[in-house]
């Protein structure tokens, strides 16, 4: 069975830091692009980075320069570290699987940016 | 970057209803469009890929078309199970966007 599931959410303090996982099943990671995005309460639904089968990374301009993407072939995972984190971040992010057909969803975890 | 524009945000409508979602970009993305469902505490499914393609297990009763600028999503006759939100999102080029949403709600 295909299945994404992240980890690593929580509570953190305005300017911390953060690193979220998503393990993969089912599948090769490294075989299509993956995505995270993220969901607040009052917003729609934010792409925030994605990394392509070639290793290159793209970031929204809203987390460029503070969060980095990466993956790992051996773990069949992908991480997402987030640092200076701000009260804008709080959401529930999601891990995403493909290019044109984004087919695979993980549940989500939650990550609250706040003193 | 593109921007998408979902309208209308809200649609109230009884089973059995014909519905139409639009969705308007504000540069052409060919047919790089798609469409997802989402229910409350769920993560978004992918219905329409490729602006009119239906996902594998997908209801036929959806079905999206257009291309370029302007695209819609149909549900032919409004199911109790497709009461939720649903959004447009664009895969034509970084960084990836998506449509505010329309939440259809049971008249």
């Known amino acids: 069975e295909v299945q994404l599931v992240e980890s690593g959410g929580g509570l953190v303090q305005p300017g911390g830091s953060l690193r979220l996982s998503c393990a993969a099943s089912g599948f090769t990671l490294s075989s299509y692009d993956m995505h995270w995005v993220r969901q607040d309460t009052v917003k729609s639904l934010e792409w925030v980075s994605g990394i392509d089968t070639t290793g290159d990374t793209y970031y929204a301009d809203s987390v460029k320069g503070r969060f980095t993407i990466s993956r790992e072939k051996a773990k069949n995972s992908l991480y997402l570290q987030m640092n200076s984190l701000r009260g804008e971040d709080t959401a529930v992010y999601f891990c995403v699987r493909g290019r044109n057909l984004n087919d695979c969803w993980g549940q989500g975890t939650l990550v609250t940016v706040s003193s | 970057d593109i921007q998408l524009t979902q309208s209308p945000s809200f649609l109230s409508a009884s089973v059995g209803d014909r519905v139409t979602i639009t969705c308007r970009a504000t540069?052409?993305?060919?047919?790089?469009l798609a469409w997802f469902q989402q229910k409350p505490g769920k993560a978004p499914k992918l219905l329409i890929y490729?602006?009119?393609a239906l996902q594998s297990g997908v209801p036929s009763r959806f079905s999206g078309s257009g291309s370029g600028t302007e695209f819609t999503l149909t549900i032919g006759s409004l199911q109790p199970e497709d009461f939720a939100t649903y959004y447009c999102?664009?895969?034509?080029?970084?960084?990836?966007?998506f449509g505010q949403g329309t939440k259809v709600e049971m008249k």
């Open positions: 999102q664009q895969v034509n080029s970084y960084p990836r966007t």
């Open positions: 540069q052409g993305i060919s047919s790089k």
């Open positions: 490729v602006a009119s």
